[in-house]
């Protein structure tokens, strides 16, 4: 790990250059690598040197980009997967089986709740899910003989709630298992959640990572901190030999620092397969150069926008873990000290007309299904990802059919402003 700065480690983080070599990173454009002699090769494979043989395990130019993001996030390891979605099965799936059970907060991403909640279950592996507000009584009673692993969002997408991150490590230790942030909103650059206890950090980094709209693309990192070998009955596949690996224990052979990555690698990339293309890795490590320098637009235009909505009478609420008087205003003073990211949801009266007559004035903020970009975007869960559910379900589900959740990106505030001023004219 390097002493310099986040910003600095945005900038030039993981990728050291040699004398006459290619100052940006390269782009390793091939599926294999050349070795002269099958012994060689043969050492790869029984993981006794370190190297590369095949694109679906490792590539240089995602290993360049994994550093610096495991760098930025202060972790000991890091692996780039095909999409967010992959790097949070594959985070979870390192450490579970079937049979296996999982605590996780209720508010999460959709398409995460969902691999929880039905892929995995097929898979065989339950789940508990708990309030994100729980209590340390009502946390610990989640837990069962069978648990493996506890998950939360830093800040979840797309309820803006802000997970007690201390809390929820320190009730995930006291049994024995670790705890896995998803730390997608904020980016390192807002809260690094293994100094408050977390021991894998995972990402989409599709969103403020890449922050272009360019590329789909996932992360894992370890912090390298917890003791798997002190907890080995509940984690054979990392404390007893790896069988396909002759005889291997990845937490003997490669310590604390080492062994969650490396069993991640040649054990689930070599069968899943879900690997990051060197290309998008190159387009996500432009992005991280800029992260800390647009982070901080995103987090003032979304304060911006959130007091500026907080002010208006046809709006009925406002949802920003940075407006005084939040749910989450105290837990966010705490782990987001330099703001959250530019996320914003809120309600208009008038609920789905008001939604709908409001989205179609907007000029600068477009409607995607996507967030964290350069360019501010909204949806409308109400007409768009939740569509098949009445106004009835939506409120139960607290999605309101007026809500609109507005993704602020990197325009002038007062621009972003302004348009929304002018659509909220046309609500009724
Ligand atoms: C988008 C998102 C994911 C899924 O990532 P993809 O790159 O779309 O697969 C996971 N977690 C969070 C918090 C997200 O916002």
């Known amino acids: 790990m390097s002493d310099y700065k986040l910003n600095t480690i945005c900038v030039q983080g993981g990728y050291h250059p040699g004398n006459g070599e290619p100052r940006q990173i390269p782009i390793v454009q091939s599926t294999t690598f050349k070795y002269d002699t099958s012994e060689d090769m043969g050492k790869l494979f029984d993981l006794e040197t370190s190297g590369y043989f095949y694109t679906r395990l490792q590539n240089p130019t995602n290993d360049y980009v994994a550093a610096k993001i495991a760098e930025l996030e202060g972790g000991t390891a890091a692996m780039l997967t095909s999409s967010g979605q992959a790097a949070n099965l594959m985070a979870l799936f390192n450490i579970c089986e079937c049979g296996s059970h999982i605590v996780a907060s209720s508010s999460i991403y959709g398409g995460t709740f969902n691999l929880i909640s039905v892929t995995m279950a097929k898979m065989g592996i339950g789940v508990t899910f708990v309030s994100p507000d729980a209590t340390e009584e009502e946390l610990n009673a989640a837990f069962q003989e069978n648990t493996r692993a506890m998950f939360g969002e830093t800040i979840a997408n797309p309820a803006l709630t802000v997970l007690d991150i201390e809390k929820f490590a320190k009730v995930a230790h006291a049994h024995g298992v670790p705890l896995i942030v998803d730390n997608t909103?904020?980016?390192?650059?807002?809260?690094?959640?293994?100094?408050?206890?977390?021991?894998?950090?995972?990402?989409?980094?599709?969103?403020?990572?890449?922050?272009?709209?360019?590329?789909?693309?996932?992360?894992?990192?370890?912090?390298?901190?917890?003791?798997?070998?002190?907890?080995?009955?509940?984690?054979?596949?990392?404390?007893?030999?790896?069988?396909?690996?002759?005889?291997?224990?990845?937490?003997?052979?490669?310590?604390?620092?080492?062994?969650?990555?490396?069993?991640?690698?040649?054990?689930?990339?070599?069968?899943?397969?879900?690997?990051?293309?060197?290309?998008?890795?190159?387009?996500?490590?432009?992005?991280?150069?800029?992260?800390?320098?647009?982070?901080?637009?995103?987090?003032?235009?979304?304060?911006?926008?959130?007091?500026?909505?907080?002010?208006?009478?046809?709006?009925?609420?406002?949802?920003?873990?940075?407006?005084?008087?939040?749910?989450?205003?105290?837990?966010?003073?705490?782990?987001?000290?330099?703001?959250?990211?530019?996320?914003?949801?809120?309600?208009?009266?008038?609920?789905?007309?008001?939604?709908?007559?409001?989205?179609?004035?907007?000029?600068?903020?477009?409607?995607?299904?996507?967030?964290?970009?350069?360019?501010?975007?909204?949806?409308?869960?109400?007409?768009?990802?939740?569509?098949?559910?009445?106004?009835?379900?939506?409120?139960?589900?607290?999605?309101?059919?007026?809500?609109?959740?507005?993704?602020?990106?990197?325009?002038?505030?007062?621009?972003?402003?302004?348009?929304?001023?002018?659509?909220?004219?046309?609500?009724?």
């Open 185 to 428: 909103f904020p980016t390192p650059v807002n809260c690094r959640p293994i100094e408050w206890g977390a021991d894998i950090v995972t990402h989409s980094t599709t969103k403020y990572m890449d922050g272009h709209g360019t590329a789909v693309g996932g992360a894992i990192v370890d912090s390298g901190k917890f003791d798997w070998m002190a907890h080995a009955d509940k984690y054979p596949d990392l404390c007893t030999p790896d069988e396909s690996y002759h005889g291997i224990v990845y937490a003997e052979k490669f310590g604390m620092a080492g062994a969650f990555i490396t069993k991640c690698t040649s054990q689930l990339m070599r069968d899943l397969g879900c690997i990051q293309s060197p290309q998008n890795a190159f387009y996500l490590n432009l992005g991280l150069e800029s992260l800390h320098v647009r982070m901080q637009r995103h987090v003032e235009n979304g304060q911006a926008v959130a007091e500026f909505l907080q002010s208006q009478p046809k709006v009925k609420s406002v949802s920003y873990p940075g407006l005084p008087g939040d749910k989450y205003y105290e837990v966010a003073q705490k782990y987001l000290p330099k703001g959250g990211c530019g996320v914003v949801s809120f309600e208009l009266y008038g609920g789905r007309a008001a939604a709908e007559a409001f989205m179609k004035r907007l000029k600068l903020a477009a409607i995607e299904t996507h967030v964290a970009d350069a360019r501010t975007c909204c949806l409308n869960p109400a007409t768009s990802t939740h569509r098949q559910m009445n106004d009835e379900q939506l409120a139960a589900a607290g999605v309101p059919a007026g809500l609109i959740r507005i993704s602020c990106g990197l325009e002038d505030k007062e621009d972003l402003i302004a348009d929304l001023k002018q659509a909220l004219e046309g609500v009724e």
